[in-house]
């Protein structure tokens, strides 16, 4: 063993496809993922689309901020708390699970950064926030897909594609959106996470 780890011969091409598919291996049964993550956001944005919803139409007062601050900070604090709990080297080590979890802070931080920064701009576009919202999450189920294993996650990712389609062809962007945002976040987000989580626990 040590005199592998020191041997210094350079790998030919197949050595590093075989590493490559070695450590997405042994990455599947940990990212094929308790399904918490989805589950959280998926919960959380269910609320926050229909509170939105209900402000918008006068059931509730006028707000934003008042929303997505929130919920944005109990995502991120017990994202960060979750982390905290999972050891280091599951966290870094593997190469399933890095591309996993860096497809989905690239969703959190895009989208974060986009609404902080045009909320303080007086420039926040609520079609836009949909269009980059639903183009990262479809990418990010993608990459998921191709990293587990599970493939019908692949038709999730279509799922929010297929609202990305449908939000773009809207010439008139009203307040109705915000439910549609609330039934995808329930169906594409934390339904799959109950899925994930049910196969995890089960050991498949």
């Given at each position: 063993m040590v005199n592998d780890l020191n041997d210094d011969r350079p790998m030919n091409p197949a050595d590093d496809l075989a590493l490559i598919r070695q450590m997405m291996e042994a990455g599947r049964d940990r990212v094929a993922v308790s399904g918490v993550h989805f589950i959280l956001w998926g919960m959380l944005l269910?609320?926050?689309?229909?509170?939105?919803y209900?402000?918008?139409?006068?059931?509730?007062?006028?707000?934003m901020v008042e929303?997505?601050?929130p919920m944005f900070a109990i995502g991120w604090g017990i994202e960060?708390?979750?982390a905290r709990r999972c050891p280091p080297p599951t966290r870094t080590s593997n190469l399933a699970?890095?591309?996993?979890s860096s497809a989905w802070t690239v969703v959190g931080l895009g989208t974060l950064v986009y609404f902080a920064v045009s909320v303080l701009t007086k420039t926040f576009d609520p079609k836009a926030i949909t269009l980059l919202s639903a183009a990262l999450m479809g990418g990010a189920y993608w990459v998921t897909a191709v990293v587990t294993g599970v493939r019908w996650l692949k038709y999730i990712a279509l799922g929010?594609?297929?609202?990305?389609a449908y939000a773009t062809s809207l010439t008139v962007y009203d307040g109705e959106m915000l439910l549609v945002m609330a039934a995808a976040s329930a169906l594409l987000l934390?339904?799959?996470?109950f899925v994930m989580r049910r196969l995890?626990?089960?050991?498949?």
């Amino acid at each position: 063993m040590v005199n592998d780890l020191n041997d210094d011969r350079p790998m030919n091409p197949a050595d590093d496809l075989a590493l490559i598919r070695q450590m997405m291996e042994a990455g599947r049964d940990r990212v094929a993922v308790s399904g918490v993550h989805f589950i959280l956001w998926g919960m959380l944005l269910t609320i926050a689309f229909f509170v939105q919803y209900l402000s918008v139409y006068g059931y509730l007062p006028p707000m934003m901020v008042e929303i997505w601050a929130p919920m944005f900070a109990i995502g991120w604090g017990i994202e960060f708390w979750l982390a905290r709990r999972c050891p280091p080297p599951t966290r870094t080590s593997n190469l399933a699970v890095v591309a996993h979890s860096s497809a989905w802070t690239v969703v959190g931080l895009g989208t974060l950064v986009y609404f902080a920064v045009s909320v303080l701009t007086k420039t926040f576009d609520p079609k836009a926030i949909t269009l980059l919202s639903a183009a990262l999450m479809g990418g990010a189920y993608w990459v998921t897909a191709v990293v587990t294993g599970v493939r019908w996650l692949k038709y999730i990712a279509l799922g929010w594609w297929a609202v990305l389609a449908y939000a773009t062809s809207l010439t008139v962007y009203d307040g109705e959106m915000l439910l549609v945002m609330a039934a995808a976040s329930a169906l594409l987000l934390t339904l799959p996470g109950f899925v994930m989580r049910r196969l995890y626990n089960s050991g498949e």
